[in-house]
């Protein structure tokens, strides 16, 4: 091939790659009717999954964000046991020891309220759809090593997975604090047993932002036994840790993310986190932009903000929301930088490494 002839493909190569990579630009938002989504890539497609009903637990993959849209959902658990198959809520997706796990949280169906975080097993294959799921475990401690003020109280929801090198593997939820104020709580997690240990509080509802309670326009900080954290997700960058959670209530425009750090020491301990926030709240017409996670782009080398929003302006927690995603950004000391919510329906250049072929 002589030297003209190279320059001639290689330009032809641009341009197709130019048209190609225009045609795999998305728009936001990914997904209508869901709501506290988790998403992974694996064996080359992006499977998200979400609160999809209350029923069931469903994912839907897709080589690409833009086809995520009308991806034809997999039901992947549907549970017969009435003491835990009713409000199956905020699944989360996590290979754990090379193996898919799906965090949740459900209820009994003739128990209002009876809320507790669960752990489904899948199996070591290449991704999380097409696995078998078989029940887990409650991760709930013994009587006396939960929440509220006598430690009985079993509620809990929102469980994620994290690991901290040098320290441990932890389930983080969203639990009763000694005075039923909805906080965050940690404890130590067994990988093998599936066992928990006590429950640790390490984020409460403090702050003005994260008080505000009831509906809509409505809204109003409540001074007593107010507010509200839940949905935590473990964000990693180098050696740093953080914990990203929802505060306020979702049926609140007030519905925002904070952000907790890991400064060192015990991760039990509540002076191991400095809080943050509010880092990403409504904007540019998308309200309640919170119950977020985290993805990798395709290639390793970026980090996505995936989160849940309404167009109501009174914010909302049904079927109106819909997941959204944008990337993340840390600034120079490695903070995170969330920005704003973007508006609707403009195209976005995909994650690093979506292929084209």
Same mark, same amino acid.
């Given at each position: 091939?002589?030297?003209?002839?190279?320059?001639?493909?290689?330009?032809?190569?641009?341009?197709?790659?130019?048209?190609?990579?225009?045609?795999?630009?998305?728009?936001?938002?990914?997904?209508?009717?869901?709501?506290?989504?988790?998403?992974?890539?694996? #064996? =080359?497609? %992006?499977?998200?999954?979400?609160?999809? &009903?209350?029923? @069931?637990?469903?994912?839907? !993959?897709?080589? +690409?964000?833009?086809?995520?849209?009308?991806?034809?959902?997999?039901?992947?658990?549907?549970?017969?046991?009435?003491?835990?198959?009713?409000?199956?809520?905020?699944?989360?997706?996590?290979?754990?020891?090379?193996?898919?796990?799906?965090?949740?949280?459900?209820?009994?169906?003739?128990?209002?309220?009876?809320?507790?975080?669960?752990?489904?097993?899948?199996?070591?294959?290449?991704?999380?759809?097409?696995?078998?799921?078989?029940?887990?475990?409650?991760?709930?401690?013994?009587?006396?090593?939960?929440?509220?003020?006598?430690?009985?109280?079993?509620?809990?929801? #929102? =469980?994620? %997975?994290?690991?901290?090198?040098?320290? &441990?593997?932890? @389930?983080?939820?969203?639990? !009763?604090?000694? +005075?039923?104020?909805?906080?965050?709580?940690?404890?130590?997690?067994?990988?093998?047993?599936?066992?928990?240990?006590?429950?640790?509080?390490?984020?409460?509802?403090?702050?003005?932002?994260?008080?505000?309670?009831?509906?809509?326009?409505?809204?109003?900080?409540?001074?007593?036994?107010?507010?509200?954290?839940?949905?935590?997700?473990?964000?990693?960058?180098?050696?740093?840790?953080?914990?990203?959670?929802?505060?306020?209530?979702?049926?609140?425009?007030?519905?925002?993310?904070?952000?907790?750090?890991?400064?060192?020491?015990?991760?039990?301990?509540?002076?191991?986190?400095?809080?943050?926030?509010?880092?990403?709240?409504?904007?540019?017409?998308?309200?309640?932009?919170?119950?977020?996670?985290?993805?990798?782009?395709?290639?390793?080398?970026?980090?996505?903000?995936?989160?849940?929003?309404?167009?109501?302006?009174?914010?909302?927690?049904?079927?109106?929301?819909?997941?959204?995603?944008?990337?993340?950004?840390?600034?120079?000391?490695?903070?995170?930088?969330?920005?704003?919510?973007?508006?609707?329906?403009?195209?976005?250049?995909?994650?690093?490494?979506?292929?084209?072929?």
């Amino acid at each position: 091939m002589n030297l003209y002839s190279l320059m001639t493909f290689l330009l032809q190569f641009r341009q197709i790659n130019q048209v190609n990579q225009q045609a795999l630009k998305f728009q936001n938002p990914l997904r209508n009717g869901t709501a506290d989504p988790s998403m992974v890539w694996a #064996d =080359g497609q %992006y499977h998200l999954t979400y609160t999809s &009903g209350g029923q @069931h637990i469903e994912i839907t !993959r897709a080589s +690409n964000l833009k086809d995520l849209a009308q991806g034809e959902p997999k039901v992947v658990w549907e549970d017969s046991n009435s003491t835990r198959s009713a409000d199956i809520w905020a699944p989360e997706i996590h290979q754990i020891d090379d193996v898919w796990h799906i965090f949740y949280s459900s209820r009994d169906a003739n128990v209002i309220g009876s809320y507790r975080t669960r752990v489904l097993r899948g199996c070591n294959g290449t991704n999380p759809t097409d696995c078998e799921y078989t029940f887990g475990a409650d991760l709930v401690p013994p009587m006396g090593k939960r929440g509220g003020p006598d430690g009985k109280n079993a509620y809990s929801i #929102d =469980g994620t %997975y994290m690991e901290i090198p040098g320290k &441990g593997r932890y @389930h983080v939820m969203s639990m !009763r604090d000694e +005075n039923n104020v909805q906080s965050l709580g940690i404890t130590n997690l067994n990988t093998t047993t599936w066992k928990v240990d006590q429950w640790h509080v390490i984020s409460r509802p403090d702050y003005e932002w994260e008080k505000y309670m009831g509906k809509g326009a409505g809204a109003q900080v409540l001074a007593v036994g107010a507010g509200l954290n839940e949905g935590p997700y473990a964000l990693y960058n180098g050696d740093d840790v953080w914990l990203s959670y929802s505060a306020s209530s979702c049926d609140t425009p007030q519905y925002a993310l904070g952000l907790l750090y890991y400064n060192g020491g015990d991760p039990l301990q509540a002076s191991s986190w400095n809080k943050t926030g509010p880092v990403f709240q409504s904007a540019n017409g998308n309200y309640g932009t919170a119950h977020n996670s985290f993805f990798k782009s395709p290639d390793g080398t970026q980090t996505w903000n995936l989160f849940h929003a309404t167009s109501n302006s009174k914010g909302g927690c049904g079927i109106d929301r819909y997941t959204m995603t944008q990337m993340l950004t840390f600034d120079d000391d490695g903070t995170p930088n969330f920005g704003q919510p973007q508006r609707l329906h403009p195209d976005i250049t995909p994650p690093s490494g979506e292929s084209w072929i």
